[in-house]
């Protein structure tokens, strides 16, 4: 009689403690609920367009959380145009950064091992971008965009190991985490140029070609992975 893993039994999600019929203490999966609505206006007045809006999330964990956005378009002339946006969001851990983790401390006397991470909080962004885009022709069209965002409490993942010895080697501490943590803050500043071309061969075949070159700097204050500053070309 073989068995699946479908034909296991399994408890409730709670976000209690509870024990398991190993007798080990364990936590399970967490409950929880959202609700969120939003508001926005597009206002249109001659070559000037404008997009407002604002949202609102609860989370039964994490709380409140109330994100305005703004974008504007200028078309200078009919093929040329310039725009500029400010957005902000949030994203709240899942159970699966939460759930995954464990800390293990060993030494002379035994060892303890933990697991659910509550500590874990919410990333909050905001985000800047302008740009400049230009049709240089039917098929051909340039464009140019700037941003930089800004991220507090960024989700990364984390592995850090720490291993103290007494001078006579009998005693040892010994610890180990792998799982998730938050960065304090990480800022992303990237630079993006565009091309895209259709009908590039021959007119009546249906073909299109686009090329971009990016170039992006990312900060991480108190990092836990990396260096504190990377520059990454693609």
């Given at each position: 009689n073989s068995t699946t893993p479908f034909d296991q039994k399994y408890k409730a999600f709670s976000e209690e403690l509870y024990q398991s019929n190993d007798k080990q203490e364990t936590i399970q999966p967490f409950n929880y609920y959202d609700a969120g609505a939003f508001a926005q206006v597009f206002w249109?007045?001659?070559?000037?367009?404008?997009?407002?809006?604002?949202?609102?999330?609860?989370?039964?964990?994490?709380k409140s959380f109330f994100n305005p956005r703004i974008a504007v378009n200028y078309k200078i002339t009919n093929d040329l145009a310039l725009r500029a946006s400010y957005n902000s969001g949030h994203r709240t851990p899942?159970?699966?950064?939460?759930?995954?983790?464990?800390?293990?401390?060993?030494?002379?006397?035994?060892?303890?091992?933990?697991?659910?991470?509550?500590?874990?909080?919410?990333?909050?962004?905001?985000?800047?971008?302008?740009?400049?885009?230009?049709?240089?022709?039917?098929?051909?069209?340039?464009?140019?965009?700037?941003?930089?965002?800004e991220v507090d409490n960024k989700?990364?993942?984390?592995?850090?190991?720490?291993?103290?010895?007494?001078?006579?080697?009998?005693?040892?501490?010994?610890?180990?985490?792998?799982?998730?943590?938050?960065?304090?803050?990480?800022?992303?500043?990237?630079?993006?140029?565009?091309?895209?071309?259709?009908?590039?061969?021959?007119?009546?075949?249906?073909?299109?070609?686009?090329?971009?070159?990016?170039y992006s700097e990312v900060n991480y204050q108190n990092g836990i992975n990396g260096n504190p500053s990377d520059r990454m070309f693609n």
């Open positions: 249109t007045y001659q070559k000037l367009n404008i997009l407002t809006g604002v949202r609102y999330d609860y989370h039964s964990i994490y899942s159970s699966f950064y939460s759930g995954y983790s464990y800390d293990l401390s060993l030494n002379q006397n035994g060892f303890t091992v933990g697991g659910f991470n509550e500590g874990l909080k919410a990333e909050r962004l905001k985000s800047i971008e302008t740009g400049v885009k230009y049709n240089y022709s039917a098929n051909t069209q340039f464009d140019l965009v700037l941003f930089y965002n989700i990364e993942k984390e592995i850090v190991s720490e291993l103290q010895t007494s001078k006579g080697g009998q005693d040892f501490d010994f610890y180990i985490r792998n799982g998730f943590s938050n960065v304090k803050k990480t800022k992303v500043a990237a630079l993006k140029f565009s091309v895209l071309t259709k009908e590039f061969f021959f007119s009546s075949l249906r073909s299109r070609l686009s090329a971009s070159y990016n």
